[in-house]
């Protein structure tokens, strides 16, 4: 069975960025790794702060719809529930 994630990086200023991804690993090097020319690299948003794990791809599609569309606060309470210190959870994941 497939996994999808909705996941939000975070620059050092705090500058949010929520996508879906179905490979969180590969997506998450990509963003260290400035693969994106866009907002990422631009803002420098290359911190994972928060996922969360889908079997559907369209519950996950939903839910980053929803998230893309809260007030900032809201986000961040959310960020803050888990992770109130902004790790980077990717180094949980043991790679390099």
């Known amino acids: 069975m497939k996994t999808y994630y909705v996941y939000i990086m975070a620059s050092i200023n705090k500058n949010l960025y929520i ?4 490979n969180l690993i590969q997506r998450i090097l990509q963003h260290k790794n400035k693969t994106f020319w866009w907002f990422t690299a631009k803002y420098k948003v290359n911190k994972l702060v928060y996922f969360e794990e889908f079997s559907d791809i369209n519950e996950a599609i939903a839910s980053e719809k929803k998230l893309k569309n809260w007030h900032r606060e809201w986000k961040v309470n959310l960020i803050e529930k888990d992770n109130p ?12």
């Not at 996508?19 to 179905?22: I, L, P």
């Open 85 to 96: 210190k902004w790790i980077d959870l990717f180094d949980k994941f043991g790679t390099d």
């Open 19 to 22: 996508w879906v991804t179905s």
